[in-house]
């Protein structure tokens, strides 16, 4: 009788351990199929997309290389404003005399401005790259170079003479002269030719009687010196 009832027990044991480890296995079971196949099964009846689980390869292709739009050669300030192009959404490094000085962020427009760029006295040569959000940088930039020019250029008028009488026929004088460097000449309002050697002439029409005339130089960065001439005119009799 105690045998048979060991017996009993030793089935109700074995039952057990089958009950529990069906309550724990089918679980574990079901979670590792869904682990593996679950994404698979969700996308074939349009639950999920199984992109969801695929991982993008990583971003290792840098930007396209940024560049200065019609920077200028010469400029009398010190802090100027500069414009460019280059990837939307980038970010725009820009680098003077070496170091980086600043940054900023390309536009969904492709276009960027640095305000307030700090530059020193005499030539400064600049250079961009940019960074995306993945961290890929681009190529320098071509590099461009920005002289700082405070000095006004020299105006060397050689003829006519000041305070002198000039005589002919036609109501004309021939006015000349030289600059320190490349401008933009204004004689009397008018735009006068400098000649590649720094040379200028200019053919003034005058009345009789005392000539004023003003001659204006613009540098290419942009300073401006003006020198004045008086001088008489008669016209000849024939």
Do not use: C
Request: charged fraction near 25%.
């Amino acid at each position: 009788m105690a045998q048979k009832r060991h017996y009993h027990e030793e089935i109700l044991i074995k039952r057990l351990k089958r009950t529990i480890l069906a309550v724990i296995g089918i679980p574990v079971l079901v979670i590792a199929i869904m682990a593996f196949f679950g994404p698979t099964v969700a996308s074939i009846f349009g639950f999920v997309s199984i992109d969801r689980w695929t991982k993008a390869p990583g971003d290792t292709i840098a930007p396209t290389v940024p560049g200065f739009r019609s920077p200028p050669g010469s400029v009398k300030d010190t802090k100027i404003t500069l414009n460019g192009f280059g990837e939307p959404g980038s970010v725009i490094k820009l680098f003077i005399n070496g170091p980086e000085k600043q940054s900023t962020v390309v536009g969904n427009d492709g276009t960027f401005t640095f305000q307030d760029v700090e530059l020193i006295n005499g030539k400064n040569t600049l250079f961009l790259k940019a960074q995306d959000q993945a961290g890929n940088e681009s190529e320098a930039s071509e590099r461009v170079e920005i002289t700082v020019d405070t000095i006004e250029p020299k105006i060397e008028i050689t003829a006519p003479e000041k305070d002198k009488t000039v005589k002919n026929l036609n109501e004309r004088v021939l006015i000349q002269g030289k600059i320190s460097e490349k401008a933009t000449i204004r004689i009397n309002d008018r735009l006068a030719v400098q000649k590649p050697d720094l040379t200028f002439e200019f053919i003034l029409g005058v009345k009789q009687g005392e000539v004023e005339v003003t001659v204006e130089a613009v540098d290419e960065a942009g300073n401006k010196k003006e020198e004045k001439l008086k001088f008489t005119y008669l016209k000849q009799s024939e």
